[in-house]
């Protein structure tokens, strides 16, 4: 009990005096989740929409294989993202492993599938005679998927936090691609398992607040879009 | 009724889906100002029909002309779509609000937002839900929804409406509110329309002329009067309301009547028909007529049947006797006569109807 109070006042204190540390990881762990987000967003709703709106053999199997992505383990994605990077990889000429970047490219890995899965549901959830009252009313086929996307907004918004959610608390791939380098390439959920193996429980339990506190913030904020966006 | 040249023209159209077909149309024509009723059952391909026309569905084969331009899978869809306007059954609203909705067809073509406004709050005053400008579509009733997704359809001024039973799923109240509304816009606006029902009043009552589908092809289109009264076949009979639907063999003729017998009953009917061929008689049970035997002076009709009152059943304002006659004969007579001749089920009673009455559809020799 003792530890977490500690734990408590810690991360208080870290927070009020604005520490560089903390405040260094605490930058780097929104950057890298918010862009691996925004490239999600774009491949996950493009290729979600894509998916839900077209009709194709074997249309079961890539709509499976994209549901099983939305659980894709990130130390996987880390293994993978490794092994591609790496200095004999084929992407390894890049010379990106242990990077921000390597981070952003795992991450967006991570994310993508958990976008492109719940844009796909929400499509698909849409009444199929949707689309043919939106071509009836004289829309392009691009301004058929605009609306469709506008009509899906609410569960698309859940797709940004639920892709954002993924990635800003996810620490495999992170730790394994990134490689937890100080004050280079160390993010919250990295710093804390650092913190946790040396015994530093009071600035794990600091880091772990902020990163709760963070991802409580992001997400009322888009709560607070989807709630406005919701008819009266 | 406006006679002009069509203005949609379909020639030979098949669509088929999974090896059966589902449309099989070999020539259809809508002119303009024309409001034409597809009537049929679930299934006849009525939705199939609509979409079809307006490129939803691309058919199989055949073509189809808007103001006798043939439209272009490539290249004149996008156009055609845009002189045209669909309803569907369910109002299909966007997540945004009335005014929204209804200003979205003109969104979609780029118009100037202040001949947006000018046009939707038409729209809305023309429909009575002005109202409702501001509300989120998600909270109207299905009238209001409804009507909300026709002023969207008028809002685009279409060249052709087409209407795939915008009333199915509104209760009788609201269905007939918009159906008068919907009345008054088109005859106001003189659209061509076109809309698919089961409810034969509502095509009777809206319609310069109708169309009786089943299985994918149109089996009888005209003038309502034409339709109802001289069924092409028994089942365009049954559909439109007849209920009496006799098969017999002529036995004599005079000219421009004949003699059909019925199981050994004489019946008379107006029309051409050789000796010895097979006829199908359908008679409507509200021109048949019900009195207490044996009074079978003052009536002109030839055809006078003794019968026994089978079943009476209820319609509200009118009741539905079902007569043995030897054959199955069906009258409809009004609660009051029912009081007044005290007709109950067993009675004796005699029914007549007259020669003109009869409906002859015939089936050749035999």
Redesign the interface.
């Known amino acids: 009990m003792d530890l977490i109070l500690e734990g408590i006042k810690k991360a208080f204190w870290l927070l009020i005096t604005f520490d560089p540390e903390v405040m260094g990881i605490t930058l780097l762990s929104l950057w890298v989740s918010g862009i691996a987000t925004l490239i999600s967003l774009f491949f996950g709703i493009s290729i979600g929409v894509a998916v839900a709106l077209s009709r194709f053999t074997g249309k079961k199997i890539v709509v499976s294989l994209i549901n099983t992505g939305m659980a894709l383990p990130p130390v996987v994605v880390g293994l993978f993202v490794s092994n591609f990077l790496w200095r004999n990889g084929p992407l390894g000429f890049f010379g990106i492993l242990y990077t921000p970047t390597a981070m952003i490219i795992a991450q967006t890995v991570i994310a993508t599938p958990i976008v492109m899965g719940i844009t796909l549901a929400a499509i698909q959830q849409l009444?199929q005679?949707?689309r043919?009252?939106i071509?009836?009313?004289?829309?392009?086929r691009l301004?058929m998927v605009w609306?469709l996307i506008?009509?899906a907004?609410l569960p698309l918004l859940a797709a940004v936090m639920a892709g954002f959610g993924g990635v800003i608390s996810e620490v495999g791939a992170s730790i394994m691609v990134g490689g937890n380098i100080k004050g280079y390439s160390r993010v919250l959920t990295t710093a804390t398992v650092m913190e946790t193996s040396r015994g530093n429980f009071d600035i794990a339990i600091a880091l772990g607040i902020i990163l709760l506190l963070l991802a409580y913030f992001i997400n009322l904020i888009l709560t607070q879009i989807q709630q406005r966006t919701r008819?009266? | 009724m406006i006679e002009s040249s069509p203005i949609l023209e379909a020639r030979g159209i098949q669509v088929i889906r999974g090896g059966t077909i589902l449309l099989d149309i070999s020539s259809f024509l809508i002119h303009e100002g024309e409001i034409l009723s597809l009537i049929g059952p679930n299934g006849a391909g009525k939705t199939t029909l609509l979409?079809t026309l307006?490129y939803?569905l691309k058919p199989f084969q055949g073509e189809i002309l808007f103001r006798g331009r043939k439209i272009e899978a490539n290249h004149s869809v996008?156009e055609y779509?845009?002189r045209?306007?669909?309803v569907?059954q369910?109002p299909?609203l966007?997540?945004?609000t009335v005014f929204n909705n209804v200003a979205?067809?003109l969104k979609?073509?780029g118009m100037k937002k202040s001949e947006i406004h000018d046009r939707v709050i038409e729209q809305l005053d023309r429909f009575g839900i002005s109202h409702l400008k501001d509300?989120?579509?998600?909270?109207l009733s299905g009238g209001e929804a409804q009507r909300t997704s026709l002023a969207?359809a008028f809002s685009?001024q279409p060249e052709i409406l087409?209407l795939d039973e915008p009333f199915a799923s509104l209760d009788p109240p609201t269905r007939d509110a918009l159906v008068e509304d919907l009345e008054r816009v088109l005859r106001g606006t003189r659209t061509t329309a076109m809309f698919a029902t089961h409810d034969r009043l509502e095509a009777l009552r809206l319609s310069s002329r109708i169309a009786v589908m089943d299985g994918g092809r149109i089996l009888q289109a005209g003038s309502p009067e034409e339709v109802m009264n001289h069924p092409v076949d028994e089942f365009v009979a049954s559909f439109v309301g007849v209920e009496t639907i006799l098969s017999g063999k002529v036995i004599r003729q005079n000219g421009g009547t004949f003699i059909a017998s019925i199981e050994g009953h004489e019946i008379e009917a107006v029309g051409e028909a050789h000796l010895g061929e097979t006829v199908v008689l359908c008679i409507r049970p509200e021109n048949v007529t019900l009195s207490i035997r044996p009074s079978q002076e003052g009536t002109s009709a030839r055809n006078v049947f003794p019968g026994r009152i089978m079943k009476i059943t209820s319609l509200g304002l009118y009741q539905r006797v079902h007569l043995d006659c030897a054959f199955p004969l069906v009258a409809y007579v009004t609660n009051h006569s029912l009081k007044e001749l005290s007709l109950t089920e067993g009675k004796e009673v005699s029914a007549s109807f007259k020669a003109t009455a009869v409906n002859v559809i015939r089936k050749g020799e035999s």
């Open positions: 009444p005679k949707l043919l009252q071509l009836a009313l004289g829309a392009t301004q609306i506008k009509e907004k008819p009266r | 979409q307006s939803l996008l779509r845009r045209l306007a669909m569907f369910e299909l966007f997540d945004t979205s067809g979609i073509r509300r989120s579509a998600k909270t969207r685009i087409l």
